[in-house]
């Protein structure tokens, strides 16, 4: 008996030196890429975040938890309604502003559209108020959407970490009102004579015509954009 029970003790007792069991792996860190990917059918807008950059940006700032974000992603088909041409004729801020407007800084479930405070800024709002959007629910708790000239709705989630990151699908793509609206028409000054009585020179007239934006230009917009691994706003920039 005293051997038996020598014998069990011998298999219960841990031998001096064992480690303990290794602790769970930690979770992969968030990529937006990687999501779309796997999503599948947002080929254009992974490319769009890759060649502007973006995507960089969104993943270094999910390395902190005190940042979040809710991404709109318009599907292949929804970039190839679009009008032959439309992100070709863009440059490159603008290309940067047209993915940052499909970015919210902030995570929204679908649950939290139902309370939010119109109009909802987007990455691309600096300190204007402009390149902002209009959410709204409907008795089905569907997620519309409006920009001023595009008109959709959340077709579904593809991923929702509850608390970081929420990525949903669109079938259009959300085109900012402060970059395709109608442009109002240059208004043109009179020419007012100088002390002399005569007419400002051509050369005066183009240097005051230089220092003066209109429009979306003019104004400037908020953007951020990766440059050498940092971040550089571009706020106020005329182009």
């Given amino acids: 008996m005293v051997l038996t029970l020598a014998a069990l003790l011998a298999l219960t007792t841990p031998l001096d030196g064992a480690q303990p069991a290794a602790p769970d792996p930690a979770p992969a860190p968030l990529n937006i890429t990687a999501i779309l990917v796997n999503g599948t059918n947002y080929n254009t807008f992974s490319h769009l975040l890759r060649e502007t950059q973006v995507d960089i940006q969104i993943n270094d700032e999910l390395n902190d938890l005190a940042n979040a974000f809710t991404i709109f992603a318009p599907t292949d088909a929804a970039f190839k309604s679009l009008k ?140 951020s954009l990766l440059v050498g691994g940092g971040f550089v706003a571009i706020a106020g920039y005329l182009f």
């Fill in 84 to 223: 032959s041409g439309t992100l070709n004729a863009l440059v490159q801020q603008d290309q940067v502003g047209l993915v940052l407007y499909h970015i919210l800084p902030r995570y929204y479930s679908l649950d939290m559209f139902e309370t939010a405070s119109n109009p909802v800024r987007t990455q691309a709002s600096g300190n204007h108020g402009a390149y902002t959007i209009n959410v709204t629910t409907d008795s089905n708790m569907q997620v519309n959407i409006s920009t001023g000239i595009v008109h959709t709705r959340i077709a579904k989630k593809i991923f929702d970490d509850s608390q970081q990151l929420a990525v949903y699908s669109l079938d259009k793509v959300l085109l900012p009102y402060d970059l395709f609206g109608p442009k109002p028409p240059a208004s043109v000054p009179p020419v007012a004579e100088n002390a002399s009585g005569k007419s400002p020179s051509r050369d005066s007239a183009a240097a005051e015509e230089g220092t003066s934006g209109g429009g979306l230009h003019g104004r400037g917009v908020g953007w």
